[in-house]
């Protein structure tokens, strides 16, 4: 990134048909980055103010599941004087195709900032086939 | 293709209704704050980044706002008189660059943002740490802002 931007408030989006949920309150779409290189894909999700021990991946018939439960993090005698944005869960599938390796999965936590590894299935990886003269 | 194969990104605003009810009742709150002058709050939400969430107790104003992918020195934090400023940069780090991108929804960028509180602080009881994400300050409130138990006799 050679010049960099002012960052501009983003109101969080809500899910829009939540699964059934097990607790109430509010539940987010993270805002995600999905990017395929030849080996692999990845999947970077923002889903900050989650513990590393509340985040659950399930990966079901292909379908993926990425959800992220928070703790209330307020203490119990604040009280609100300005309240910009919600805090809530976040919740988001994904459909994998087939050509991922669903065995290598790989998923990394650090600073609020989930990071899927999705590594190509060998059939799907492309292959440079050479061709010599006879 | 793969990028066929993903689905259920957000469709619309459609919010849970409930959810609606408590923010409205919030912005109502904001107004007749606003209007009467309660508790010296005459300012309604900006939309400069970072959104800030404000609570107080007893003792202490706490401001918290969400930072994902930034350290706690990635953030510059200033206290003069009543305001508090922060400054930082978010950079999203750069990905192989034959990458080919589906989706780029997380955004990197420079912010500022000075933020008044309602009453007066007290510089040197400021702590500010960050976990997983979400930036915390605490400052201390000065004695003449604390509130007082007056004993009726």
């Known amino acids: 990134m050679a010049e960099s931007k002012e960052l501009q408030v983003k109101e969080k989006q809500e899910v829009a048909a939540p699964a059934e949920m097990t607790r109430s309150g509010l539940v987010f779409t993270p805002s995600v980055d999905i990017f395929e290189t030849e080996q692999e894909m990845t999947l970077m999700a923002d889903m900050p103010g989650v513990a590393t021990e509340d985040i659950k991946i399930d990966l079901e018939d292909s379908v993926l599941t990425v959800s992220g439960e928070i703790k209330p993090w307020e203490g119990s005698k604040e009280s609100d004087v300005l309240v910009e ?40 990886v492309p292959r440079q086939i050479s061709v010599t003269a006879a | 293709m793969m990028t066929r194969s993903l689905f259920n990104f957000p469709v619309g605003n459609w919010r ?20 009467l002058g309660n508790r010296g709050l005459h ?27 930034m350290k706690a020195e990635d953030v510059e934090l200033q206290v003069t008189g009543r305001n508090l400023s922060i400054t ?12 080919r991108y589906y989706r780029r929804e997380r955004e990197g960028g420079k912010f500022s943002r000075v933020i008044g509180l309602p009453g007066d602080i007290d510089a040197d009881r400021v702590e500010a740490g960050m976990t997983s994400g979400v930036l915390t300050v605490a400052i201390g409130k000065s004695e003449a802002s604390k509130p007082k138990q007056i004993t009726v006799h």
Do not use: C
């Not at chain 1, 919740?91 to 991922?100: E, V």
């Not at chain 2, 939309?47 to 107790?57: G, K, Y």
């Open chain 2, 43 to 69: 300012w309604f939400p900006a939309r400069v980044f970072p959104a800030v969430n404000i609570t107080e107790d007893k003792e202490r104003y706490y401001i918290r706002a969400e930072l994902p992918g």
């Open chain 2, 16 to 35: 849970h209704p409930f959810a609606e009810m408590d923010r409205l009742s919030r912005r109502m709150d904001w107004l007749t704050n606003a209007m």
């Open chain 1, 85 to 124: 944005f919600d805090v809530g869960n976040y919740f988001r599938q994904f459909t994998l195709s087939d050509a991922i390796d669903q065995s290598r999965i790989d998923a990394k936590f650090e600073d609020g900032v989930l990071r899927l590894t999705l590594p190509k299935a060998e059939k799907a």
């Open chain 2, 88 to 99: 930082g940069e978010r950079r999203i780090q750069p990905e192989d660059e034959n990458a």
